[in-house]
Protein backbone atom coordinates (compact mmCIF):
# COMPACT_ATOMS: atom_id res chain seq x y z
CA UNK A 1 0.00 0.00 0.00
CA UNK A 2 2.68 2.23 0.57
CA UNK A 3 4.48 1.45 -2.59
CA UNK A 4 1.27 2.30 -4.08
CA UNK A 5 1.18 5.49 -2.88
CA UNK A 6 4.57 6.37 -3.78
CA UNK A 7 4.18 5.46 -7.23
CA UNK A 8 0.76 7.89 -7.80
CA UNK A 9 3.07 10.50 -5.83
CA UNK A 10 5.72 9.98 -8.75
CA UNK A 11 3.40 9.65 -11.35
CA UNK A 12 1.49 12.89 -10.71
CA UNK A 13 4.76 14.71 -10.21
CA UNK A 14 6.00 13.85 -13.31
CA UNK A 15 2.53 14.40 -15.30
CA UNK A 16 2.57 18.04 -13.40
CA UNK A 17 6.19 18.77 -14.62
CA UNK A 18 5.14 17.71 -18.11
CA UNK A 19 3.91 20.85 -20.19
CA UNK A 20 0.13 20.77 -20.72
CA UNK A 21 0.77 20.73 -24.91
CA UNK A 22 3.28 17.27 -24.81
CA UNK A 23 0.33 15.83 -22.77
CA UNK A 24 -2.29 16.04 -25.89
CA UNK A 25 0.08 17.28 -28.83
CA UNK A 26 -0.47 15.41 -31.95
CA UNK A 27 2.36 14.64 -33.81
CA UNK A 28 0.91 15.36 -36.96
CA UNK A 29 0.44 18.88 -36.10
CA UNK A 30 4.28 19.56 -35.85
CA UNK A 31 7.30 18.73 -36.12
CA UNK A 32 9.56 16.36 -38.35
CA UNK A 33 6.58 14.08 -38.90
CA UNK A 34 3.94 17.02 -39.86
CA UNK A 35 6.61 18.43 -42.27
CA UNK A 36 6.93 15.14 -43.73
CA UNK A 37 3.44 14.59 -44.53
CA UNK A 38 2.73 18.60 -45.71
CA UNK A 39 5.22 18.05 -48.45
CA UNK A 40 2.29 15.65 -49.91
CA UNK A 41 -0.56 18.63 -49.30
CA UNK A 42 0.99 20.33 -52.22
CA UNK A 43 -1.16 21.05 -55.22
CA UNK A 44 -0.21 19.42 -58.75
CA UNK A 45 0.61 21.63 -61.49
CA UNK A 46 -2.56 22.15 -63.68
CA UNK A 47 -2.44 20.06 -66.84
CA UNK A 48 -1.82 22.04 -70.07
CA UNK A 49 -2.04 21.11 -73.54
CA UNK A 50 1.20 22.21 -75.44
CA UNK A 51 2.55 21.28 -79.35
CA UNK A 52 5.12 18.50 -79.79
CA UNK A 53 7.51 18.89 -82.33
CA UNK A 54 9.62 16.28 -82.08
CA UNK A 55 8.51 13.45 -84.53
CA UNK A 56 10.51 10.54 -82.84
CA UNK A 57 7.60 10.94 -79.84
CA UNK A 58 4.69 8.15 -81.34
CA UNK A 59 1.32 8.95 -80.03
CA UNK A 60 0.54 6.89 -76.59
CA UNK A 61 4.42 8.09 -75.48
CA UNK A 62 5.01 9.77 -72.08
CA UNK A 63 8.18 12.27 -72.38
CA UNK A 64 9.82 12.61 -69.26
CA UNK A 65 11.63 16.07 -68.87
CA UNK A 66 13.85 16.03 -66.03
CA UNK A 67 15.33 19.69 -67.15
CA UNK A 68 11.87 21.40 -66.58
CA UNK A 69 10.37 18.36 -64.08
CA UNK A 70 7.53 17.54 -66.16
CA UNK A 71 5.67 14.94 -67.73
CA UNK A 72 4.12 14.81 -71.28
CA UNK A 73 1.80 12.93 -72.42
CA UNK A 74 1.87 12.47 -76.37
CA UNK A 75 -1.93 12.86 -78.28
CA UNK A 76 -1.18 12.72 -82.00
Known amino acids: MKNFKMMITMAG ?6 PSQAVVAN ?10 FN ?10 VVIWKHPQFR ?3 VVVST ?3 RLYYVLS
Open 27 to 36: PLERGPVADF
Open 59 to 61: RGS
Open 39 to 48: LFRQQAIPRQ
Open 13 to 18: LIIGFL
Open 67 to 69: KNR
